[in-house]
């Protein structure tokens, strides 16, 4: 089964108006975190937004919030004032408990990715 | 400054001919990932070094090595590059299991 599910294949928004990216994800841990990564065209993966399995506040990031939803296992990414600089793809990750060394030790589990297209 | 780096960032190699990506870190992180993302794909975690100690991923293929030789450099050996691993690698590191993962620019790998 997916652990980390991104359902939109593809977004569009208008320029400077607001967007949700959908992540949902499944795990049995209590202690989880929650990621959003940016990859424009050239490849690199921008580190965006974090969210903690016991974090009660929603992560906020300038532009960039996490509406987190716990008992729905949902983490979905908001962009307010959407920028052409915006349009890349998407990515949601999850780091699952994780310790000291072995074989999980902060390994994260990306989703599918969602290609967001910022129009003029 | 950057703090993840790889090079070089574009590489084209020859099917069959080995070749070798690095990649550097001035984080002083205990643990490096590779990982390796096809065209329109989510990444795919190849291995990971928590300091010396390598662990591969359970379907990592045999002609995928990695070297560490000290904390801030890890390199990924393709020992036989086919056209199918023709993908953009991607570098990783963390400094404890709860802290984020930092990429670097990632190297686009072409086979010939």
């Known amino acids: 089964a997916q652990k980390i599910t991104q359902t939109q294949p593809g977004m569009f928004v208008q320029e400077k108006e607001a967007v949700t990216l959908d992540c949902t994800y499944d795990?049995?841990?209590?202690?989880?975190?929650l990621f959003w990564y940016k990859q424009p065209s050239s490849g690199e993966m921008i580190f965006l937004i974090y969210?903690?399995?016991?974090?009660?506040q929603n992560a906020t990031e300038g532009r960039y919030s996490l509406n987190f939803q716990k008992a729905r296992k949902s983490a979905n990414l908001v962009i307010s004032a959407s920028q052409l600089g915006d349009s890349a793809m998407y990515f949601c990750?999850?780091?699952?408990?994780?310790?000291?060394?072995?074989?999980?030790?902060?390994?994260?589990?990306f989703g599918q990715g969602t290609i967001l297209t910022v129009h003029p | 400054d950057a703090m993840v780096i790889q090079n070089p960032r574009y590489q084209v190699t020859q099917f069959g001919k080995p070749v070798t990506l690095s990649c550097s870190q001035t984080?002083?992180?205990?643990?490096m990932y590779w990982y390796q993302q096809k065209s329109s794909q989510a990444p795919k975690l190849l291995f990971h070094y928590y300091d010396k100690d390598f662990n591969n991923e359970a379907d990592t293929p045999d002609n995928f090595q990695s070297r560490r030789p000290n904390t801030s450099f890890c390199f990924l050996d393709i020992r036989s590059p086919g056209l199918g691993d023709a993908a953009m690698y991607l570098c990783?590191?963390?400094?404890?299991?709860?802290?984020?993962?930092?990429f670097g620019p990632g190297t686009r790998l072409t086979v010939l």
């Open positions: 990750a999850m780091r699952e408990g994780g310790d000291a060394g072995g074989t999980s030790y902060g390994k994260l589990t």
């Open positions: 969210q903690g399995s016991y974090d009660e």
């Open positions: 990783a590191t963390v400094g404890s299991a709860t802290d984020t993962q930092y």
């Open positions: 795990t049995s841990d209590q202690s989880y975190g």
């Open positions: 984080l002083n992180h205990n643990v």
